[in-house]
């Protein structure tokens, strides 16, 4: 019997010891997101992926940074900050200078989500119908549309900065600890929000970031359904991408992940 109090107080130190050595992983790597240099804030991303739901608690602290840093070396990257248009390269739809923004970014690809934090840039005259549509529990309220209709520009995008990062923190507090982001991609592509459907199918496709959990056998049994469905929507951009993963048989977007059998 002591001998298995033994082994069982050596394991739960091991579990202390991989745990305190996670949050410091993730802390170093959010700390790198923050650098100016887009080379350092790209590889620091990918590997904040791959941490899954490790990193989302610090990430989550992130979205209350309003720190701005324009990025630098970003190449052919073209983003709402941008300051240079190529014509191609890998497109950002999120305003990445922001730290706050640039948090939400990897949150919402992370967890393939639609918290809103894209609609920060989006063309000013477009700004209230995207707070009506996106946050209709603020906007239904009347004092709040009052208030949108004595601010400016700037103010309006602040607002959907903050809606955006309270709607990310209510949905982290309601997971409760449980999150896995295997669930959370049926969850996507289960959902009837385009944006979240369209990062999922993009993931699939494209993504060479960890999902636990996602395999060909498990793919096949609780996946596959839900693409050939998506197949058939009347959206373009999601039909299509879920044709091109129906059509990959060689499952070659699987070889991208670090994912197995």
């Known amino acids: 019997n002591m001998k298995r109090i033994g082994i069982m107080m050596i394991s739960a130190w091991f579990m202390v010891i991989l745990i305190h050595g996670q949050e410091k992983e993730a802390a170093g790597l959010l700390k790198k997101l923050q650098s100016d240099d887009w080379s350092v804030v790209s590889i620091a991303k990918e590997k904040l992926e791959n941490m899954e739901g490790k990193s989302i608690p610090g990430i989550i602290t992130m979205l209350q940074d309003k720190t701005e840093k324009k990025l630098i070396n970003t190449g052919d990257l073209i983003y709402p900050g941008a300051e240079k248009f190529f014509g191609h390269g890998q497109i950002i739809d999120y305003d990445i200078d922001k730290i706050d923004i ?32 996106n946050f209709p529990n603020y906007y239904n309220n009347s004092k709040n549309r009052q208030l949108l209709d004595e601010l400016n520009e700037m103010e309006k995008r602040d607002i959907v900065r903050k809606l955006s990062a309270k709607e990310a923190e209510k949905w982290w507090k309601g997971q409760d600890g449980k999150w896995d982001r295997f669930t959370a991609l049926i969850q996507a592509l289960k959902s009837e929000d385009e944006k979240r459907q369209a990062k999922a199918l993009f993931y699939l496709r494209n993504g060479k970031t960890n999902c636990t959990g996602l395999s060909r056998k498990s793919y096949k049994s609780k996946v596959e359904s839900i693409i050939t469905e998506l197949s058939k929507s009347s959206l373009k951009r999601i039909s299509e991408q879920s044709k091109l993963i129906l059509l990959d048989t060689d499952f070659d977007w699987l070889k991208l992940k670090q994912a197995s059998d």
Do not use: P
């Open 102 to 133: 640039r948090a939400g970014w990897l949150l919402e690809e992370l967890a393939f989500q639609n918290f809103g934090f894209m609609g920060v840039h989006i063309q000013s005259d477009k700004l209230i119908d995207y707070i009506r549509f």
